[in-house]
């Protein structure tokens, strides 16, 4: 099955048949593999033809299993009911059991001679495919390893402040200007997360001999090593791409930090160091497009709001999903099947819970596509359409691909494709699809780049520094005692926001992000912040724009749509590197195409700032 949800504010992860088994991974404990076939291959020396004849059986039990456990899903998520949740959690264990026994079984084959590409690739992927692997053999280590990634998710999941729950929370976070409120719900969540840093540590342990008992170092050792490159070189490449995205983030903080200056006071916020982390509009400073008022007057218009305008031309969910399904055929894939109009959830039950979080699913990895979103009519739900079905485009034109290969090359893929469909809903776009008059003139183009920058480019830092802190929780360079000073090293050095208040020495504010009790990895959002203008540059230079990149579409162009599906029939059976070399013709991941795009906004940022001390 694939699975794919969207970001909102808070990322999920993306789930395709390996995918899935890292997503499920760690709830249950593990049992060991089946013995009989286990023994006798043990027993005798492996050899290639065996690794062959294992990757193509493992292929076809994860697809054998994998429809099942995701129809299971779906209904679990459109109808949440005690059963319903009951036999998640059943298909969750199966998975996780099949997952662990696949990896380990895989494990055999390391140092066989003679294996053919294809299949040391599937291997590897198997082997990879955990996030959080539970030591081999050890049910004890298995069940406790199980029993704690539950509770933290539990623990996360049922926090609250004041009878608040993390939503509502959130919304104060985005709509209070009022310091002390932001100041008490910044630090009412946090102590929700002091309680899980005990059981986080023991975590960290157990699924470090799991990595170890696989072949490798740590735990941040295996989750470096799924980007086709040695796990060192990953760590360099993305520090790399940090440097080049840098000066960008650095202006836009100039910028921000002057303004809120102005709103709170030079007291509360100083104009020579890091920011407050409470007061950027977003529970984690993530993103900061609620703080859009704050930073952007003046020039900051963009010239027409686009919630306004699906109003009076009177869009409703099924022509906001008809018009993203056209901006598909536009480039030339088959529309949306009409089971994906029968089966998708678009609205919000009256009467049941459904998990509203907006994804893309794939149930048969075939052309079973469906999105699960409770649609309004508004602008920001308008590009999530875009990006959910540019997800479902991807899913099926990976279905051509044996099971193990159904899935991005790497996990920043996904995330990036739907963005940059969502970076072609440009004024231009609106105008030839009838919901705008006129495209506004240049001097608007500021007020859309910067509330693109204020989610984007925000983003950076902060993509980069979750998995950076686990990296070294896992590698041991970081002990508990030092878990939460490391984060805030890391949170001022990248970000330039500062913890409001001092931190109790049994904070545990790490734990206060999902994915740090979720056990997601992060990296991948860092990835796809990069990637998705990498390809939308490309697709305008195979497009012969020659305007400036924010306002390229790439709808009703064909040519780009066919080079575009080459990339995504590809699926997971090349590297990342090869894959994008097919659309773009790089074979690096290169953040040049960020700064090309928010040039002009750049220039913009650096003339406000003139006169201002920026840096921290
Ligand atoms: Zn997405």
Redesign the pocket.
Known sequence: MSL????AGQFAG?VSALALLAACDPQTPAAPADDAGETAAETAQPTAEDARAFVERAGQKLAAVSEEASRVFWINANFITYDSNWLAAKQSERLTKLGVELAQEARRFDGVDGLDADTRRKLMLLKESLTLPAPAGDDEAAAELARITTELQSMYGTGEVDGKSLGELSETMASSRDYDELLATWVGWRDVAKPMKDMYAAMVDIANQGAGDLGYDDTGVLWRSKYDMDPDAFAADVDRLWGEVKPLYESLHCHVRAKLGEQYGTDKVPQDGPIPAHLLGNMWAQQWGEIFDLVAEGDADPGYDLTQLLKDADYDHMKMVETADNFFTSVGFEPLPETFYERSLFLKPEDRDVVCHAS?WNLDDQDDIRIKMCIKPTADDFKTIH??IG?NIYQRAYKIQPPLYRGDPNDGF??AI?DMIALSITPDYLKQIGLLDQVPSEDKDIGLLMAQALDKVAFLPFGLLVDKWRWQVFSGELTPDDYNQGWWKLREQYQGVTAPVDRAADAFDPGAKYHVPGNTPYMRYFLAHIFQFQFHRAACEMAGWEGPLHRCSIYGNKEVGEKFNAMLEMGASKTWQEALEAFTGQTEADATAIQAYFKPLKDWLDEQNQGRSCGW
């Open positions: 794919i949800t969207k970001r993306a893309a990006h959910e997800h996904h995330e739907g």
